[in-house]
């Protein structure tokens, strides 16, 4: 019986694999997204002209935030090349601008009830913001690592001209990753992320070849058990829902009875995806990067409360708390922005639709508030632990080899689970319109 179910299961997995590249437009857009990441590898693996990065990798395997931001760059930071930066400055923007929603309501209003417009408008600011913030991470990178003597002597010129090259590094990725929304399957900023984690995997396994040690094997052995264990966790997160039933009053419109159907509305566990995980990180780097621009400020309080800062992200058990605790809050104030109680009561109400033993209106709206809430604290958990395992394992197992850990882990699921719900979406439409 087994063997017979895993059998159907390999035939239905080749046929859905035959049917993806058997229909033309899906094809394309698969075929389109890897290209785009293919040139994005291309550029990642190109340095910046004149910089010795043999040091400068030393460096970022040692500190838990700058290796953590050089993983999702898939090693383009560590190397200094032109994609240095990645997506770091356009999440930045973007999450600066989100948080001004809570701010301006007419910021908020373009962005949830302006339609496409509005999000086009949205968007554009979020563009505009992206470059001076590019400009000041690249600034403040060459600051950090010529502090740390690590950058040799570089002429102001050379300075210049290397954060030029970083933030235009920076504005073309974003750009690729809007081809890759626009035109291709999945989330652009997401895959690109995505691909730098499995870039980085051939050379993580070439350091755990290198540095094999038999003495380690019962730790290897613990690492892929909590990997198995972390990837089933997060695929029964990401896939868990609460059903909530919903039905809809007969209308008699002439001759015709409309409604008296029922459906229901799901709420995943993990609302938010894996866009806290990467807010974040985010959040986490630029705090830093100002750290290391205003440690040899001219002010002794300002120099202090830098190093200060530099201090606190240094200690990794303070630094896993900090790192929790804003995975928990953007997870609850992402899953606010995705999902809005008012906005579905009104609307079910508009329809006539109604939960079954709760009063449309104001009383719906509680309802799913309170529903929405205990379901995100859980995923907001999980998120969180997954977040800070890497910090829990070395800490038990003093197993460092592997850097990559359940933050990569997440994404790399996620992206992969949201990719194929995207492609069987489309098969599913083109199997109902008869394609």
Known sequence: MAERLASNYALTMWEKIYQIFKVKEIRNKILYVAGLLVVFRLFASTPIPGIDVAQIKAYFEGSQVFGMINLFSGGALSQMSIMMLGVGPYVTS??????????????KEMYQEGGEAGHRKFNQYTRVLTVPLAILQAYGLMVVLQRQQLLGVLTPLNIVFNIM???AG?????????????????????LLIF?????????????LITTYDPG?????????????VVVGGIVFI????????????KRIRGNRVYGGSSTYLPIRVNQAGMIPIIFALSLLLFPNILAGILSAAPLPWLANFAK?????????????IFYFVLVVAFTYFYTAIVFDPKAIAENMQKQGGFIPGIRPG???????????????????????????IPLIVQYATNFKTLTIGGTAILIVVAVLLDSMQQIDSQLTMREYEGF
């Open 216 to 228: 380690q094997i019962p730790s290897y052995v613990a690492f892929l058990a909590i990997t198995v």
């Open 165 to 167: 090259v970083a933030t």
């Open 195 to 207: 691909a730098g984690i499995v870039a980085s995997l051939p050379q993580d396994l070439k350091q």
């Open 238 to 249: 990401t896939e868990a829902q609460r059903n909530i039933p919903v039905a809809y009053a």
């Open 94 to 107: 973007s999450i600066i601008l989100q948080l001004l929603t809570m701010i301006f309501p007419s910021l």
């Open 362 to 388: 104001i009383s719906t709206m509680d309802y799913l508030s309170h529903i929405i809430n205990r379901i995100t604290f859980w995923g907001a958990v999980f998120l969180g632990v997954v977040a800070v």
């Open 170 to 190: 920076s504005i073309f990725l974003m750009w690729l990753g809007e081809l890759i929304s626009e035109k291709g399957i999945g989330n652009g900023i997401s």
């Open 308 to 320: 200060s800062m530099q201090l606190f992200f240094q200690n990794q058990l303070v630094y896993g």
